[in-house]
Antibody, heavy 119, light 109 residues
C-alpha cells in the first residue's frame, strides 16, 4: 500500500532553515509527482510546490519563490522540502502529498510535520 | 491566478440531513476540480476528482457536480463521521499551482 512517512516535528528560530523529509513506499517512486502543502494553525491549505521525481523538475508557488526548495533522492525514495529564512508565520503543519496520474489531485498524504518558528 | 470561493463558511446540520457545499471559481476550470475532507489532526482525504468522480473507497453518499466556474459537493445523508471541513481544489499547469478554496466547515447542529 502507498505510504508517505514524514520526518518529525521541528522547532526553529526566526531566520533559520528547516528541511522536512517524506519517505515514500508502495508504488513506483518516479511515476508520480509529489506536492508540498502547508496549513497554519486554524487556517486552510496552502500549496507550496511540487516535484517530478523522474526528472527532478520543480514548480513553486510565487509566494515561496526564492525561499523554498524541493528535492528528491530516488535511491532512498525520499522527497525533501527546505524552507529558508523562517518567520513566525511559517509556523504550520507541512504535508507531502502524492499526486494521482498525470499530476492530478493528490490522493495520498503524509501524516504532516509541525514546524514551529519561535524566538 | 485562479481564486476558489467556497460557501457557506459554516454549515450547521443534523445527522441524516443533506449537505450542499458550493465552490465558485474566478475563471473556468473545465471539470478539473477536486474535493477534500479534513478532520481535526488529520491530513486531507480526497473525496471527488474531476468534479464528479468518487475517489477509491469513498461512500456513495458523497457526490460532486458542476463544470466551468460553479461546482457542488452533496452529502446526501450526513453520518456522524462526516462532520469535518471540506475544501475544493484545482490544479493548473500554467502557472503551475494547486489552488484551494477557503473551506466549508460542516458542524453538528
Amino acid at each position: 500500500q502507498v505510504q508517505l512517512v514524514q520526518s518529525g516535528a521541528e522547532v526553529k528560530k526566526p531566520g533559520a532553515s528547516v528541511k522536512v523529509s517524506c519517505k515514500a513506499s508502495g508504488y513506483i517512486f518516479t511515476g508520480y509527482y509529489m506536492q508540498w502543502v502547508r496549513q497554519a494553525p486554524g487556517q486552510g491549505l496552502e500549496w507550496m510546490g511540487w516535484i517530478n521525481p523522474l526528472t527532478g523538475g520543480t514548480a513553486y508557488a510565487q509566494k515561496f519563490q526564492g525561499r523554498v526548495t524541493v528535492t528528491r533522492d530516488s535511491s532512498i525514495r525520499t522527497v525533501y522540502m527546505e524552507l529558508q529564512r523562517l518567520r513566525s508565520d511559517d509556523t504550520a503543519v507541512y504535508y507531502c502529498a502524492r499526486a494521482g496520474e498525470g499530476n492530478s489531485s493528490p490522493n495520498y498524504w503524509g501524516q504532516g510535520t509541525l514546524v514551529t518558528v519561535s524566538s | 491566478e485562479i481564486v476558489l470561493t467556497q460557501s457557506p463558511a459554516t454549515l450547521s446540520l443534523s445527522p441524516g440531513e443533506r449537505a450542499t457545499l458550493s465552490c465558485r471559481a474566478s475563471q473556468s476550470l473545465g471539470s478539473y476540480l477536486a474535493w477534500y475532507q479534513q478532520k481535526p489532526g488529520q491530513a486531507p482525504r480526497l473525496l471527488i476528482y474531476d468534479a464528479s468522480n468518487r475517489a477509491t473507497g469513498i461512500p456513495a453518499r458523497f457526490s460532486g457536480s458542476g463544470s466551468g466556474t460553479d461546482f457542488t459537493l452533496v452529502i446526501s445523508s450526513l453520518e456522524p463521521e462526516d462532520f469535518a471541513v471540506y475544501y475544493c481544489q484545482h490544479r493548473s499547469n500554467w502557472p503551475p499551482a494547486l489552488t484551494f478554496g477557503g473551506g466549508t466547515k460542516v458542524e453538528i447542529k
